[in-house]
């Protein structure tokens, strides 16, 4: 006997197709041909989602490999290379993968069982699938069935393997056996597009796959069919923001991909241009050093948690309160089933300083300093900073900024030893088991309290949905009462498009498939 | 003069391997590596130390050195830990956008620089004077960046006469390699042409005092050709020396300038690999740069007996 591992997901929330906000621009008949320039913010390092989990790879390679599973418009998985959901036995340790036939590779080869066993192997064994598939068995039951057999049971195997970054593309096993861990700078996937040409530091100019076979379903969000309206498209390496809206103004580029905030107002206020905004892009936080002597003591997080005034705070950081949203929730809205304001609100912008210099008394702070770690070259990071380390010396706490620059910011976030908190943006999740800040493998070492890991590994475990969002509402009280991080909002990020390019369906990440231009 | 020259090519090949080492030691000095920019913000402690320990990251400093320092002795500059290519290509690729550019700016500031001084010293203290000296004085002030940002809004997106940023190969075509220029070849030769505008003004000024100029006149010679041909050939040695360091400040410039215009070259290059900390392409980038400065000072020195017969190499 079998069940579906994410029957739960159609109890979703949404019923609209909330990741998407914005004008919908896709009228009249899609027209094909025309190549898409798409500024972007600096060149890939890589093409390879095994590798990398930088959005921009998955960004410009997700046009090129697809993965077996993909989350439709309302945060349903949906199969992608997969001919149907996974069907997984009783005990969740089994799962049984069919997939499509007759699905080409851009080299011409099909795509099979052998070519999925190789990938998913790889991109355990180097990429974020160590987390979910150690120790498991994956292995080809014929032509066009991968069974994968786990140690022991992961709720959100599915919901994995249809994530975007990170992701776990599927590769032809000749390429895995001649690249071997290397990142793939010229990957063959089975995507509508295939890479014509990666002038390093410059651009990647794809081309369209006419041999691309979709899955024959409405497009939806990441999944569904894939329309390759556009012979070409020309992801251009601009990294100055202000040379990206003015090529965009000029008819340099068509697309604007991360528009600055300040420019929103000009974008909606002209004809030539519209704006499309990316949510939930981010969450805001700050991420506590659990490594930090200082940090391990309870109080003192409860106090930080006590003393600091959301609000003004994000508004400071961004300066403009259309590009955020204040939530309680660490699973965003738009992410359907996991979403949840209540555990936990009462802890959630407190913003009292009397109550923060009380919680810190009581904790026995003795004045060591707190090391905030920013950098100027992300002004949110740096201006949320400056603000907070004001409310927090308000109420009693010393504190010492390290203001470097993005590398060093990273080096020294990696050493556990030398910082003590950090705000910055971080990637989200539809489950909180995918959110990275909340292992302990990541960079804030986060073990959390008896309550928090009790209920992580009970969530761990199951697949239904009512006791998964039991589970996690108690796990998500117990992260706030522990004073785990500090949350603060959803940030969104923009892109700008030129008003003669419409899309027909649209993902939080950007896409250029379903995208055509008059 | 060719044992001169000798002389001087192998104290730059000496000069260049220190500009290695240095270069080196400070560059490993900064904290952070390339791995953040390759894994991305989501990767965990064990994934960046695997890939530390891949790129050799993880040993210790002499030995990278080591490795790093004999390539080079051999002519190889490793490969960019980023692009995965080869230095002296990714190098290489970058170096047409990056040379047309300086060209065309030091085109720009040469040729209006010297213009511009020759006025205003033919016409001293006249409204001309002090109006060429003030347009000077405002290539000095204006910074680089905001004059192109300027020229972007008023040239692209308003009048729509030049494309806003990017680069077209001269072998593609010419006159688009020209359009897309003309922007960034302005906005890095102005300040330049001021500093070369006033330089020449001064000299020219001594020139025009000097007793060979006053017999020129007195031979009844055209007031052009007192200018040109004896004024000014004599008032250009300090001017050459002063354009010599221009195109060397130009090569500096080229970093802020191809950003803004969004220039695939060699500038943007350095910039970007020092975000990266893709170590061997910075190293590889400043030998490179220490050898254009190096040969830059040779020809300007070397000019220097073209146009006076008096200098001698020994």
Same mark, same amino acid.
């Given at each position: ?26 009228? &009249? ?19 390879? @989602? ?76 180097? &990429? ?6 150690? $120790? ?29 970054? &990170? ?10 056996? *001649?690249?071997?861990?290397? @990142? ?6 089975? &995507? @509508? ?24 379903? @409405? ?9 390759? %309206? ?43 241009? %519209? ?23 309870? $109080? ?99 504190? *010492? ?35 990275? %800040? ?41 992260? %706030? ?38 | =003069? ?13 000069? =260049? ?21 390759? +894994? ?42 980023? =692009?995965?290519? /080869?230095?002296?290509?990714?190098? #290489? ?48 002030? +204006? /910074?680089?960046?905001?004059?192109? +940002?300027?020229?972007?809004? !008023? ?44 330089? !020449? ?13 006053? !017999? ?32 060397? !400040?130009?090569? #500096? ?26 170590? /061997? ?34």
């Amino acid at each position: 006997m079998s069940r579906h591992p994410l029957r739960w997901l159609v109890f979703s929330l949404l019923t609209t197709v909330l990741m998407v906000s914005g004008v919908a621009a896709a009228q &009249g008949t899609p027209v094909r041909g025309g190549s898409l320039r798409v500024a972007i913010t600096g060149d890939p390092p890589t093409l390879d @989602p095994h590798t990398s989990t930088a959005v921009i790879v998955l960004e410009v390679a997700s046009h090129v490999v697809e993965y077996l599973y993909a989350r439709d418009a309302n945060g349903l998985v949906q199969p992608m290379l997969a001919a149907a959901l996974p069907e997984v036995s009783e005990d969740g340790l089994t799962y049984t993968i069919r997939l499509r036939e007759g699905v080409p590779f851009h080299d011409g080869h099909v795509l099979n069982a052998e070519d999925v066993v190789a990938s998913l192997d790889r991109w355990r064994r180097i &990429g974020t699938g160590k987390a979910y598939m150690a $120790g498991a068995e994956i292995t080809a039951a014929d032509d066009h069935t991968v069974v994968i057999t786990l140690p022991a049971p992961v709720g959100v195997l599915t919901s994995v393997l249809g994530w975007a970054e &990170g992701a776990a593309v599927i590769y032809t096993a000749a390429q895995i056996a *001649e690249v071997g861990d290397s @990142p793939i700078d010229a990957p063959i996937g089975t &995507g @509508p597009y295939r890479l014509k040409e990666w002038r390093k530091g410059q651009e990647v100019i794809l081309e369209r796959f006419d041999s691309y076979v979709g899955v024959d379903a @409405p497009a939806s969000g990441d999944a569904g069919a894939k329309h390759a %309206y556009l012979d070409e498209i020309r992801f251009i390496s601009v990294p100055d923001a202000a040379t990206r809206q003015a090529g965009l103004e000029s008819g340099e580029y068509d697309v604007n991909y991360r528009a600055s905030a300040s420019d929103l107002e000009l974008i909606e206020a002209s004809d030539e241009m %519209y704006a499309w905004m990316m949510r939930p892009g981010y969450n805001y936080i700050a991420v506590i050093n659990h490594a930090s002597p200082l940090m391990q003591n309870q $109080g003192v997080r409860r106090a930080l948690q006590a003393a600091i005034d959301v609000y003004p705070l994000v508004l400071g950081a961004f300066g403009d309160d259309d590009v955020f949203a204040l939530t309680a929730s660490i699973v965003p809205r738009e992410y359907g089933a996991m979403f949840n304001d209540t555990a936990g609100a009462e802890l959630y912008d407190v913003g009292d300083p009397d109550l923060a210099a009380a919680i810190l008394k009581e904790s026995g702070y003795d004045g060591t300093p707190i090391r905030w770690l920013t950098s100027r070259d992300y002004d949110y990071q740096y201006r949320g900073t400056l603000i907070a380390v004001d409310q927090t010396t308000a109420v009693g706490f010393n504190s *010492e900024i390290i203001v470097r620059d993005w590398a060093t910011t990273v080096s020294i976030r990696n050493d556990p030893t030398a910082w003590d908190i950090f705000i910055g943006n971080f990637t989200i999740a539809p489950e909180p088991e995918m959110i990275q %800040y909340l292992t302990s493998t990541y960079l804030n070492s986060y073990e959390g309290s008896a309550e928090w890991r009790d209920a992580m590994d009970r969530l761990a475990r199951t697949t239904d949905l009512a006791e998964r969002q039991q589970t996690w509402a108690e796990a998500q009280q117990a992260f %706030y009462e522990d004073a785990g991080a500090i949350q603060m909002a959803n940030t969104f990020l923009l892109n700008a498009y030129a008003s003669d390019v419409h899309v027909e369906a649209r993902y939080f990440l950007f896409q250029a498939w379903n995208t055509w231009k008059e | =003069m060719f044992a001169y020259v000798a002389r001087r090519l192998g104290s730059m090949v000496a000069t =260049m391997l220190v500009v290695g080492v240095v270069v080196f030691f400070v560059i490993h000095a900064v904290p952070g590596d390339v791995t953040s920019a390759l +894994l991305g913000q989501d990767a965990s402690r064990e994934q960046i130390e695997a890939l530390r320990a891949r790129l050799n990251l993880d040993q210790p400093l002499h030995v990278q050195f080591v490795s790093w320092f004999g390539g080079v002795v051999r002519g190889d500059l490793g490969s960019s830990t980023y =692009m995965r290519v /080869p230095v002296i290509d990714a190098i #290489g690729q970058r170096l047409e956008p990056t040379g047309m550019l300086a060209l065309l700016a030091t085109l720009v500031a040469v040729t209006l620089g010297v213009t511009l001084g020759v006025i205003a010293a033919v016409r001293h203290n006249t409204w001309i004077d002090y109006a060429v000296m003030f347009v000077a004085m405002l290539g000095l002030s +204006l /910074p680089g960046f905001w004059l192109g +940002l300027l020229m972007i809004l !008023t040239f692209a997106v308003k009048l729509r006469w030049l494309p806003a940023a990017g680069y077209v190969p001269l072998a593609e075509s010419p006159i688009d390699t020209l359009r897309y220029l003309v922007m960034p070849a302005v906005s890095l030769g102005f300040s330049q042409a001021a500093v070369i505008a006033r330089m !020449t003004r001064a000299s020219m000024l001594d020139a025009l005092r000097e007793d060979f100029v006053r !017999t020129a006149r007195s031979k009844g010679l055209p007031e052009g050709r007192v200018v040109v041909r004896h004024a000014l050939r004599n008032a250009l040695i300090p001017v050459l020396t002063v354009i010599g360091l221009s195109i060397a !400040t130009v090569a #500096g410039g080229v970093v802020v300038t191809e950003t803004v215009f969004n220039i695939p070259g060699a500038g943007r290059l350095v910039i970007e690999s020092v975000q990266r900390r893709d170590y /061997p392409v910075l190293q590889g980038a400043v030998i490179a740069v220490a050898f254009v400065y190096a040969l830059v000072n040779l020809l300007v020195d070397l000019s220097y007996l073209g146009l006076d017969p008096r200098v001698r190499y020994s």
